[in-house]
C-alpha cells in the first residue's frame, strides 16, 4: 500500500471544508492514491445536515499530522494559522483553495491551485473532469452542498458563473432541487439554540495576520440577527476574555442575515477603530450594521487588511 | 479597449521567464485581454539565441509598473523579491509558476497556479489546450526553448514526463529538431566571452529569504567549468563588494557544466557554513564540486533553505 495522504480542510470547518477534504479524497483515492479526509475541529449544525443527508461519516478528527504521514493537501485554506499545528513540519504536496494567499511557505515546489470562484468544490468539479472520474451522488450531494453554504445560495458576491454552474450539474447528479434542499440546508445551520457561548465564539472563527495585528473574525449566519443579539452582553463578556487570552488585536463577530443578506458586527478590541475606517462607519454599543455585506472572505478580509495596512 | 494588463517574468530573466511571459501574454490577447508582456531585466544570450531564431522581439522592459495599468500577471516566479520593484502596490490578478512559495500575499483572490514541473511554459501548454487556442508556430518556438533552458534538455531533476510532452508536441509546432536545436541554444548561452563582471555576476541571480537571511544565488552554464574560474580571483572581489553593498547573507555562485551534470559552487559571505552544512561538503578555496547537482529550484534551494533553519 502507498504511504498515507491526508486530505486537511481549515479549523473551525465550515462545510466546504468538511464536503471538500471527502471529495477531493475521494478523487485522489479513484486516482490510485492512498487518501483519507481529516477534520481539524468539529462540523457545524449545517454540515451536518448536509452528512446526514446523503449519509456520508464526518472525517476523522485529527489534532496533529500523525509521523507516518507521508503528505498532506489542503483544500479550502493556505493560511498556516488557519490550518493543523504542525503545518511547518508536514511535506504539502497540494493546496487547493479559493482564498487570498497569505502566511504560507514551503521549501519546495508543489501542485498549488487557487481560483478566484466561491467555493473550493467548484474548483475540483473540474478536476474530476480533468482527471476523467465519474463523481457517485452522494460525493456530488457534498459537493453541491458546500458550494449552496459558500455562496449563500448564490447570493453572496464570491460566487462566479463557474459556482452557479457546478452547483446545477452537482444537484443533477445528487438528485436534489437546489432552492429547497439549499434553504432547508442553511436554515438548519441557523439554529444555535444547544449550542455553548464557547461553540458560538468558535463557530466559524479564522484568525488573520493583519500586517503584524492578529485579528479574528468569526461569522454567524442567521434568519433573525435580533434573536442573536439577546446574548450580546455575554457575547461580549466571552469575546473580551478570548481577546485578553490569545493576545488579539481585535476579534470582529459578523452575524449575517442570509435571507436580506446584511451583516451586523460587534467589534471588541484595542483596534476596534480599525472597522470605522475600513467600513466607513461608527460603532454604537460596539455594533454596526453593514448592508449588502455578506461575504467575509471579499468584503471584510480585504478592507479590513487595508485599514492595518496604513 | 479593456484596461492594460501586464504579464511580468523575474528580474535578471532566464529563458523562461522572457518566453512564457510572451506566451501568456499571446494567449490572453487571444482571450480578448489587453495583455503586454514585459521583461525585468536584460535577456541573456540564450534566450537572444532563442527570439532570433523565432524572430521575435524581447517584451518592453519596465523598471516599474506604471499607473495605467489596471492588474498583472506574474509567470515564472512569485516571490515578491524577484518580482517588479513596486509589486506590492499593483493589483496581482494571476500568477503562473512552477517554484516553490513564499514572500507571497495579497489581500484578495486570485487565479493562482503552480504545478511542480520543469517549466512555466509546460503549463501554458496546457492552459492553451484548456483554452482551445491554437499555438503559433514562433510562440511554440519560444515555448520550446523555455523547457530546453529550465531542463538543461531534460537533464534536470525538475524534468518532468510533462516537460517532456510539451516539449516533443511544441517542437513539432515550431518545426525545430529538438536535440540539435536544443543544444545550439544551450551553447549559446554558455558564451562569457563579452560579459562584463557585473553582467555575469547579476546572470541568472535571485534572491531569497532563507528564515531571515538575505541569500542569492546564481547560476552560470558552462560547458568547460575550469575556463569561467580562470576568473574566480576577479568573481571573489566582485562579490564581496556586492555583499557589502546589498547586504547579503551568503551569495553562491553556481558554475553548472552542462554536459556532465555537475555544479561547481563559489561560497561567499558570513554564512558560507551554511553551504557546507546544506551540501555535506567542504569549501576549498571557497569552491566545492556538487555532483549530479545541476538545478537551483531543486537541488540547491531547498537543502540551503532547510541549512539556515535550525
Redesign the interface.
Known amino acids: 500500500m502507498e504511504e498515507k495522504v491526508l486530505v486537511i480542510g481549515h479549523k473551525n470547518p465550515d462545510t466546504d471544508s468538511i464536503c471538500s477534504a471527502l471529495a477531493y479524497a475521494h478523487l485522489k483515492k479513484e486516482l490510485g492514491s492512498n487518501a483519507e479526509a481529516v477534520r481539524l475541529g468539529t462540523p457545524n449544525k449545517e454540515t451536518e445536515y448536509a452528512l446526514d443527508y446523503f449519509k456520508v461519516e464526518a472525517p476523522r478528527f485529527i489534532e496533529r499530522v500523525e509521523d507516518d504521514v507521508k503528505e498532506v493537501a489542503l483544500v479550502d485554506h493556505n493560511e498556516f494559522p488557519q490550518s493543523v499545528d504542525n503545518i511547518r513540519d508536514v511535506h504539502i504536496a497540494e493546496v487547493i483553495d ?19 470562484v466561491g467555493c473550493t468544490a467548484t474548483i475540483l468539479n473540474k478536476m474530476y473532469k480533468e482527471n476523467d472520474v465519474k463523481i457517485p451522488s452522494h460525493i456530488a450531494g457534498l459537493m453541491v452542498s458546500a458550494i449552496i453554504s459558500d455562496s449563500l445560495l448564490f447570493k453572496s458576491p ?1 460566487c462566479t458563473e463557474q459556482d452557479v454552474e457546478a452547483a446545477k450539474e452537482l444537484a443533477e447528479i445528487a438528485n436534489v432541487d437546489l432552492n429547497t434542499y439549499g434553504l432547508e440546508m442553511l436554515k438548519a445551520g441557523t439554529n444555535l439554540q444547544d449550542k455553548s457561548m464557547d461553540e458560538l465564539l468558535a463557530n466559524d472563527a479564522k484568525v488573520f495576520d493583519m500586517h503584524g495585528e492578529n485579528v479574528e473574525v468569526n461569522q454567524i449566519n442567521a434568519v433573525d440577527i435580533d434573536e442573536v443579539y439577546e446574548k450580546q452582553e455575554a457575547f461580549e463578556k466571552a469575546i473580551e476574555a478570548y481577546v485578553e487570552e490569545k493576545g488579539l488585536s481585535l476579534y470582529l463577530l459578523v452575524v449575517t442575515d442570509i435571507l436580506n443578506s446584511n451583516s451586523d458586527v460587534l467589534a471588541i478590541g484595542k483596534e476596534t477603530q480599525k472597522v470605522e475606517k475600513a467600513f466607513n462607519v461608527t460603532l454604537d454599543n460596539n455594533r454596526a450594521m453593514l448592508t449588502g455585506v455578506v461575504s467575509r ?2 468584503q471584510i ?2 478592507p479590513l ?2 485599514a492595518f495596512k496604513a
Open positions: 479559493h482564498h487570498r494567499i497569505a502566511n504560507f511557505e514551503t521549501s519546495a515546489p508543489l501542485y498549488f491551485r487557487v481560483e478566484p464570491t472572505k471579499k478580509v480585504p487588511t487595508d
